[in-house]
C-alpha cells in the first residue's frame, strides 16, 4: 500500500463545516497548530514500537497508551485513522540475547512479540491496525538505502553504508541540534565515517551474527532505517503523525526524517508527537513541579530521560503488575496526565490511580441497584456528532451537558487525557448528588424523571469514558476466565503464524521452538492440510 508525496501546506479540512477544531502540538514547530489532515478525513499515525529482546516493562505502555486514545478520539471525531507500531526484530540488543540464552534471534522475537501483544491486550490498546516487523521487510529496505546512495545521501565503505548529515540542509531542525551536536555511532564503524554525525543504514555482518544479502555485501539494516522504510511502504511519502518518546527525537526520529525527507523529495511527516517519559521515584520532585503539572517544555529531553523507567533502572515484566493491578487501572494511571507531562512512578502513584478508579466503581454498582440495568450496557454514542443533545431544563442534564462540552474542549487542545479525566470526576460527582438528592435506591421507578436523567446522564459518561477506553467492561470479569481464554486463543494464533513465516523462510529452529514451547505450556499444535489448529493437551 503507497500513496502519493503530498504537500503538507495545501491540507484538505475535514469534510463538515462543523469539524471539532483539534490542536496539536507539533514538535517540529514547538507550537500547537490546528489539526489538518494531508488527506483528510484519512489520517496517518505512526508510532515507534519496541525493540523486542525482553518483557515489556511498564513504561513501554506509556505510547501505546497514549497513541490508542489519540486514535479512538480521532476516530470519534469522524476521522479514519491507520495506525501502525512497528517491532524491530533485529538488532544488537537481539543477537547478544540470542548468544546469552543460546537460541535463535528470531525464537527470541516471537517470544517477546507476543509478550508485548499480551500485554497491549490487557491496558485496551486494541487500535492498532499494522504491526509491521523489520525482517519482513528487507527488500524495501534495502531498496530505500540504495535510493539514498543514488542521489548521493549515502556512501558506502567496506560493507557498511552511512547517511551524510551534511547533504541534508534541515537536519537537526527537529531536536533543535548544531552541526556541533550530532554524534553518530561510535565503535568500529566510527574510523569509516566522512563525518562524525554520519549513521549507518546498512551493517556488514560479523562472523555468526544473522544477515540477509545486499548489494553491499551480507549485512542487516540500522536501527533508523527500517521505521523509514515500513512507515512509507503503508503510509506513503508523507504522513500527518508521527509518535514516539521524547527520549527518540535524536537521533532517531532525526535521523528516520532525514532519511525519508531525502529519499523522497518530501515531508516525511506534517505533526511529530512526542510523549513524555515516565520517571521512578517520588511524586513532584522532577522540576519542583507535580506529575500533573509538569510539561514536556519545562522539563528537557535529557531531564526526562536521566530518569526515565528503563530495564537498567529495575523495571521488570509487566505480566505480574497486570495481574496485581489490572490493566485497566494501568491504562488510568497513563492518562491521567498529559501525554507531554513527565509521569512519575511508584507505589503510591498507582494506588492513588487505583483508589480513585474505584469511586467509578462503586457509582456503576449503584446504578445498576437503581435502574436494574448495567453501565456497561449503554447504548452510547461513538460519534462525536450523534452525541449532543439538547437538556432542556433538566438540571443534572445541563450540568452534564456543560461537563461534555469541558471534556471535549480538553482532548482538542492537544488531547489533554488528564483534564479530561479530571472533566468525569465532575461528572461522578454530579451524579452522586442527583441520586442522593433524589433519594434513589434499589427499586426505583424507572418511568420516573430522576431515574430518566440519571440514565441519560450516566450515557454521556459512557460515551465519554470509552473515548478514553475506559470502562469497556465491567473490572469483575478483567483477567477473568472468558477474557483468559480470549487472550490465549490470540496469541496461540500469533504463534503459529510467526511459526509458519519462520518455516517458509526454511527457519525450522525457531519454528520447532514455537511448537516446543507450546508444548510445555500444554498447548498442541495440529498441523493439518487445511492449516493449522491447536487444542489443550490433558
Not at 99 to 110: F, N, Y
Not at 160 to 165: E, H, K, L, S, Y
Not at 190 to 200: E, Q
Not at 373 to 378: K, Q, T, V
Request: glycine letters at 10%; proline letters at 4%; aromatic letters at 8%.
Amino acid at each position: 500500500m503507497s500513496m502519493t508525496a503530498a504537500d503538507p501546506t495545501s491540507s484538505v479540512a475535514p469534510n463538515s463545516s462543523n469539524s471539532p477544531a483539534i490542536r496539536v502540538y507539533n514538535t517540529l514547530s514547538k507550537t500547537k497548530e490546528p489539526f489538518l489532515p494531508l488527506r483528510a478525513p484519512r489520517v496517518g499515525m505512526y508510532l515507534c514500537g519496541p525493540t523486542v529482546y525482553a518483557e515489556s516493562h511498564i513504561g513501554h505502555m506509556v505510547g501505546p497508551v497514549i497513541f490508542d486514545t489519540i486514535k479512538r478520539y480521532l476516530t470519534y471525531s469522524g476521522f479514519e485513522v491507520t495506525w501502525v507500531v512497528n517491532i524491530t526484530d533485529v538488532d544488537d540488543k537481539l543477537i547478544n540475547k540470542s548468544v546469552e540464552r543460546g537460541i535463535p534471534m528470531s525464537q527470541i522475537a516471537v517470544e517477546m512479540t507476543a509478550d508485548y501483544l499480551a500485554n497491549l491486550r490487557e491496558l485496551g490498546v486494541n487500535q492498532i491496525d499494522h504491526l509491521p516487523r523489520a525482517t519482513d521487510h528487507m527488500p524495501q529496505i534495502i531498496a530505500f538505502i540504495g535510493s539514498l546512495e543514488s542521489k548521493g545521501f549515502a556512501y558506502a565503505i567496506d560493507g557498511d553504508v552511512f547517511f551524510d548529515v551534511t547533504k541534508d540542509p534541515g537536519y537537526g531542525q527537529l531536536s533543535n541540534r548544531s552541526v556541533e551536536d550530532q554524534q553518530g555511532e561510535g565503535g568500529g564503524a566510527a574510523a569509516k565515517k566522512r563525518n562524525p554525525g554520519d549513521f549507518a543504514l546498512w551493517k556488514s555482518a560479523r562472523p555468526g551474527e544473522p544477515s540477509w544479502q545486499s548489494p553491499w555485501g551480507d549485512g542487516r539494516p540500522g536501527w533508523h532505517i527500517e521505521c523509514s522504510a515500513m512507515s512509507h511502504e503503508i503510509l506513503g511519502e508523507t504522513f500527518d503523525i508521527h509518535g514516539g518518546g521524547l527520549d527518540l527525537m535524536f537521533p532517531h526520529h532525526e535521523n528516520e526524517r532525514a532519511q525519508s525527507t531525502c529519499c523522497h523529495g518530501a515531508p516525511m511527516v506534517k505533526y511529530w508527537m512526542h510523549n513524555g517519559l515516565m520517571r521512578a521515584g517520588e511524586k513532584g520532585k522532577v522540576g519542583g513541579k507535580s506529575d500533573r503539572e509538569e510539561s514536556a517544555k519545562e522539563a528537557s529531553v535529557e531531564e526526562q530521560a536521566s530518569g526515565k523507567i528503563s530495564r537498567s533502572k529495575g523495571a521488570g515484566g509487566l505480566a505480574d503488575l497486570i495481574r496485581s493491578q489490572t490493566g485497566e487501572r494501568i491504562r488510568f494511571f497513563l492518562l491521567r496526565t498529559h501525554y507531554r507531562s513527565t509521569i512519575i512512578y511508584n507505589e503510591e502513584t498507582l494506588a492513588e490511580a487505583g483508589t480513585s478508579l474505584e469511586a467509578f466503581y462503586r457509582f456503576f454498582a449503584r446504578f445498576e441497584e437503581i435502574t436494574g440495568g448495567s453501565f456497561y450496557d449503554l447504548d452510547a454514542p461513538t460519534k462525536r456528532s450523534d452525541g449532543d443533545f439538547d437538556p432542556g431544563s433538566d438540571a443534572l442534564l445541563n450540568e452534564i451537558h456543560a461537563i461534555r462540552e469541558k471534556f471535549l474542549a480538553a482532548m482538542d487542545d492537544d488531547f489533554n487525557s488528564g483534564s479530561a479525566i479530571s472533566v468525569l470526576f465532575d461528572a461522578l460527582r454530579a451524579l452522586n448528588r442527583h441520586m442522593d438528592a433524589s433519594k434513589l435506591g434499589p427499586g426505583a421507578d424507572a418511568a420516573s424523571a430522576e431515574v430518566k436523567s440519571l440514565v441519560q446522564a450516566a450515557t454521556v459518561i459512557a460515551e465519554l469514558s470509552r473515548v478514553l477506553g475506559l470502562f469497556a467492561k465491567p473490572p469483575a470479569t478483567s483477567g477473568g476466565d472468558e477474557a483468559d481464554a480470549e487472550l490465549l486463543d490470540s496469541v496461540v494464533h500469533l504463534l503459529i503464524d510467526l511459526r509458519k513465516e519462520a518455516r517458509e523462510r526454511k527457519d525450522y529452529a525457531t519454528g520447532d521452538a514455537i511448537r516446543d514451547r507450546l508444548a510445555d505450556l500444554g498447548v498442541a499444535l495440529l498441523d493439518k492440510k487445511e492449516g493449522t489448529s491447536w487444542e489443550r493437551k490433558s
